[in-house]
């Protein structure tokens, strides 16, 4: 059974947990998902700051970037079991192979239904943004990926090859206004 889940924005409130989140999957050896969880947080108060440094049009000085915000999904005893980051807009990558939404769940806590709910509660803020469809994508083989995504409404659209690797995209669009 899921224990009651918050979505929170980042701060550091939650310092000792992020920590142990990230530490966790980092010792695994797994890709870090959302790409945002990959930066090494041992000066927190920078991490922080670098995850609202671009949540708006006017903060993006990267070209390659659009605003994106990120949050993380902690159950009630304040435990950070997962993130997740919306892309408020898609350029030509993000539309053909990294989507609006990018979520993870850390290691141990895969397999309890927390990817399906971390999902739900981020279409909840997609559609906060005004958005009526999403695109959210998995690599081909994510077979746990896929089927949150499936029970989230999403609707297989095509597959994208990734010219640098040859890594397959599956490419789904949810209705945000079911």
């Given at each position: 059974m899921i224990s009651k889940l918050l979505l929170v924005k980042p701060s550091s409130e939650y310092y000792e947990e992020y920590l142990s989140f990230y530490n966790e999957w980092k010792s695994s050896g797994e890709d870090m998902v959302p790409w945002v969880i990959e930066k090494d947080p041992s000066d927190f108060i920078q991490y922080v700051s670098f995850l609202y440094s671009q949540d708006s049009?006017?903060?993006?000085?990267?070209?390659a970037f659009v605003p994106h915000s990120t949050y993380w999904l902690v159950d009630s005893q304040q435990t950070v079991l997962g993130?997740?980051?919306?892309?408020?807009?898609?350029?030509?990558?993000?539309?053909?192979?990294?989507?609006?939404?990018?979520?993870?769940?850390r290691p141990s806590q895969r397999r309890k239904g927390y990817a399906t709910s971390l999902l739900s509660l981020t279409l909840e803020k997609t559609r906060a943004l005004g958005l009526d469809t999403v695109l959210v994508v998995c690599d081909k083989g994510n077979m746990g990926?896929?089927?949150?995504?499936?029970?989230?409404g999403g609707r297989f659209d095509?597959?994208?090859?990734?010219?640098?690797?040859g890594n397959?995209?599956?490419?789904?669009?949810?209705?945000l206004n079911v």
């Open positions: 049009e006017e903060k993006i000085n990267i070209e993130a997740f980051n919306i892309r408020h807009r898609l350029n030509e990558k993000l539309y053909n192979c990294g989507g609006r939404i990018g979520y993870g769940i990926s896929e089927r949150t995504i499936i029970k989230n095509s597959e994208f090859v990734e010219e640098d690797s397959i995209v599956r490419r789904f669009w949810i209705d």
